[in-house]
Nanobody, 121 residues
């Protein structure tokens, strides 16, 4: 069973930093586009950042210049470095593995269980 397991959330003061980690099981990690999403209380889940299998990145305007997504294919891990955190970054952050087709096989989209980030003084 392929799984995504997030870690690294917690309470941080405004202006602080956190690094989220998403560890993936499965043999095709390097071929999957990965992403981080977040959901604040009372709001819809939104895209934070994505990284393609080739390393191309994309960010929500609200986090550009503050967050960095990266991946380590040897460790089947994707990271989200979050700097200059603001109270409005408070949310549950979810790791996502995009639906992927490799040859005749289709690997379904996956979500982690989420990790809570709270930015507050």
């Amino acid at each position: 069973q392929v799984q995504l397991v997030e870690s690294g959330g917690g309470l941080v003061q405004p202006g602080g930093s956190l690094r989220l980690t998403c560890a993936a099981s499965g043999s095709i990690f390097s071929r999957r586009n990965m992403g981080w999403y977040r959901q604040a209380p009372g709001k819809q889940r939104e895209l934070v950042a994505t990284i393609t299998s080739g390393g191309g990145t994309n960010y929500a305007d609200s986090v550009k210049g503050r967050f960095t997504i990266s991946r380590d294919n040897a460790r089947s891990t994707v990271y989200l470095q979050m700097n200059s955190l603001k109270p409005e970054d408070t949310a549950v952050y979810y790791c996502n593995a995009a639906r992927t087709v490799v040859g005749i096989f289709t690997y379904l989209e996956l979500w982690g269980q989420g990790t809570l980030v709270t930015v507050s003084s």
